[in-house]
């Protein structure tokens, strides 16, 4: 190409055919040679960047390569990379919980996973040649590694799909709350529910049914592995429903301390109510001489007899020497000996729960004394279980003042009972009798329990036993 520099134009020809002057010759400088081999290389770099591209993006998702992200992903237990895998389909549980549980049965079973890994390898390599194959039945978990959808819109993308497993679950009491690795999970019955589908793996199951502030429990750990058929799992709380009885039918219930206000006669069939001995049950009944209680009743399932002991009270006879005045009243040695009645059955409740509102008859000094040692207790991890299982009074300590509102009495205690720590199952009790020697003063018509210390002696010459 030649330049006119005249009329500032390129020219074919040796002269411009506007001017018709002779036109100088141009030649190829440097720079435009530089410029020609950059834009070369410049697309000759996009080139090979698409083509790196194209085949790295192929290989990324090819079933191959699906494969050996997935069982790294399983070898380190990275849930949300093999969520990318495996489909979220079990609409009870996030899909978080259900790989856990999937994890975990593969961490419990290396040979099994090792064989899953071998024949999703084997199915990759036979969708890249395009051939078919036939499914390993003799493997306890296979998995299908199938096509789903497109990546990066050109190539497909590949998820790892479970055989489906179904659970009947059920108990023995309706509107049961379920849950599953604990996730709640909504509500089952005696009739049972089917739920799923689940991924294989090792799953806590568990049952939880509250009533009247008592809660029941019942658990299952399971392992679930394809099947045809639907998997059965059988989850009872440990309640049961209960009929007491008694030999008085007038007689009132209390339970774990307190009064039902509903005679034994008229309970019928209450609950449900926990069979592991954690609720405990007595009948008290109301005699000219005071209030007597059947033995208390740890509820195993069986239906509980309450039996009432009653013997009335001997009078006093024993003279007292070198003490105030004696009132030798039988109405009132029969509510002294009430008041301890009822202090001991509240004692057992109160140092059971740790709580002083199980107490009906203390003084307030006696009451902040409970408070403080409850306290320690709770702090020392420690925990008591046990029921009376008789007082014995001995009639010739009873001491009331002239005015007519101190007492005093010795009684022989005989507990059933143990000293534990606190969330310990299997408590061996012991029977063990210790004698004790009460304080009562009279508030407002009512015998309080003011203090009591322990003795070595009580004389059963003259007693009377509850």
């Given at each position: 190409m030649n330049w006119c520099?005249?009329?500032?134009?390129?020219?074919?020809?040796?002269?411009?055919?506007?001017?018709?002057?002779?036109?100088?010759?141009?030649?190829?400088?440097?720079?435009?040679?530089?410029?020609?081999?950059?834009?070369?290389?410049?697309?000759?770099?996009?080139?090979?960047?698409?083509?790196?591209?194209?085949?790295?993006?192929?290989w990324v998702t090819s079933p191959e390569r699906t494969v050996d992200r997935f069982r790294d992903a399983l070898l380190e237990e990275d849930y949300e990379a093999i969520g990318k895998f495996i489909p979220d389909t079990n609409p009870l549980?996030?899909?978080?919980?259900?790989?856990?549980?999937?994890?975990s049965f593969m961490k419990d079973h290396p040979d099994q996973r090792t064989l899953l890994v071998q024949d999703l390898e084997r199915q990759a390599r036979s969708l890249s040649d395009h051939t078919l194959i036939k499914p390993n039945e003799?493997?306890?978990?296979?998995?299908?590694?199938?096509?789903?959808?497109?990546?990066?819109y050109l190539f497909k993308d590949y998820v790892i799909a479970p055989p489906p497993i179904y659970v009947e679950v059920g108990t023995q009491f309706n509107k049961t709350t379920l849950f599953i690795n604990k996730e709640e999970s909504g509500t089952i019955g005696e009739d049972g529910k089917k739920i799923g589908p689940f991924l294989p793996g090792s799953y806590h199951f568990e049952t939880k049914l509250e009533n009247e502030g008592y809660t029941m429990r019942g658990e299952a750990e399971v392992e679930l592995v394809p099947s045809e058929e639907t998997v059965q799992v059988d989850l009872p709380v440990n309640g049961a429903f209960v009929t007491p009885d008694s030999n008085?039918?007038?007689?009132?219930?209390?339970?774990?301390?307190?009064?039902?206000?509903?005679?034994?006669?008229?309970?019928g069939e209450i609950g449900p109510y926990p069979t592991?001995?954690?609720?405990?049950?007595?009948?008290?009944?109301?005699?000219?001489?005071?209030?007597?209680?059947?033995?208390?009743?740890?509820?195993?399932?069986?239906?509980?007899?309450?039996?009432?002991?009653?013997?009335?009270?001997?009078?006093?006879?024993?003279?007292?020497?070198?003490?105030?005045?004696?009132?030798?009243?039988?109405?009132?040695?029969?509510?002294?000996?009430?008041?301890?009645?009822?202090?001991?059955?509240?004692w057992i409740f109160a140092y059971e729960n740790l709580e002083t509102d199980y107490f009906s008859n203390l003084t307030p000094e006696l009451h902040s004394y409970f408070e403080e040692r409850f306290q320690s207790v709770r702090e020392n991890n420690a925990a008591f279980t046990g029921e009376v299982v008789e007082a014995a009074f001995d009639l010739d300590s009873l001491f009331i003042d002239s005015s007519g509102k101190k007492a005093e009495i010795d009684v022989l205690v005989t507990m059933d009972s143990a000293n534990h720590d606190q969330g310990e199952t299997n408590v061996q009790t012991e029977v063990t009798s210790s004698g004790f020697h009460y304080?009562?003063?009279?508030?407002?018509?009512?015998?309080?329990?003011?203090?009591?210390?322990e003795v070595d002696y009580v004389d059963l010459t003259n007693a009377v036993v509850y």
């Open positions: 520099n005249q009329c500032k134009r390129n020219e074919a020809g040796a002269f411009c055919v506007k001017c018709g002057q002779k036109v100088a010759r141009t030649r190829e400088t440097p720079l435009t040679k530089s410029r020609g081999l950059l834009w070369g290389a410049i697309i000759g770099v996009i080139l090979l960047v698409l083509i790196g591209s194209f085949l790295t993006l192929k549980l996030s899909q978080e919980a259900e790989l856990a549980s999937f994890v003799s493997m306890l978990l296979q998995m299908t590694l199938m096509e789903d959808g497109k990546a990066f008085y039918e007038d007689a009132r219930l209390f339970i774990n301390g307190k009064d039902t206000g509903i005679a034994v006669g008229d309970t592991d001995g954690s609720v405990v049950m007595h009948a008290e009944k109301t005699f000219e001489a005071g209030v007597v209680k059947s033995p208390s009743v740890h509820f195993e399932g069986e239906a509980p007899f309450f039996s009432i002991d009653y013997r009335e009270p001997v009078a006093i006879e024993k003279e007292v020497a070198d003490q105030p005045e004696v009132v030798q009243n039988q109405d009132e040695t029969g509510l002294i000996i009430s008041a301890v009645n009822t202090y001991l059955n509240d304080k009562l003063v009279k508030n407002g018509g009512k015998w309080l329990i003011d203090s009591r210390e």
